[in-house]
């Protein structure tokens, strides 16, 4: 049974930092990605950044590149997703999803097999 378990989640001004953290469990995850999708109240839920877990190859949306940057600790199954320059409109709940194969940036996330409980991201102006 995999587990995911987020924590980093906050309160933090606009232009600040977070850094989510994201520790997997139940399984190896060679071959596997891992990414992070978002859900702000009232909006479909998103793409923001995936990893290959083996390669570490990575994939962001357009909306955080150059602010986000997904990484993976291999040997404490735990992957990251740090956050600069954050704005009000990265508020949302941040979900970590795990799936065989490859990364998909596309659709809500229906392909994940796996999901956390989530952390809540809150910027304010």
């Known amino acids: 049974q995999v587990q995911l378990v987020e924590s980093g989640g906050g309160l933090v001004q606009a232009g600040g930092s977070l850094r989510l953290s994201c520790a997997a469990s139940?399984?190896?995850?060679?071959?596997?990605?891992m990414a992070w999708f978002r859900q702000a109240p009232g909006k479909e839920r998103e793409f923001v950044a995936g990893?290959?877990?083996?390669?570490?190859?990575?994939y962001y949306a357009d909306s955080v590149k150059g602010r986000f940057t997904i990484s993976r600790d291999k040997p404490k199954n735990t992957v990251y997703l740090q956050m600069t320059s954050l704005k009000p409109e990265d508020t949302a709940v941040y979900y970590c999803?795990?799936?065989?194969?490859?990364?998909?940036?596309?659709?809500?996330?229906?392909?994940?097999?796996?999901w956390g409980q989530g952390t809540q991201v809150t910027v304010s102006s």
């Open positions: 139940g399984r190896t995850f060679s071959n596997y990605a």
């Open positions: 990893i290959s877990w083996s390669r570490g190859i990575t």
């Open positions: 999803v795990v799936k065989p194969g490859v990364v998909v940036t596309s659709s809500s996330g229906i392909e994940y097999d796996y």
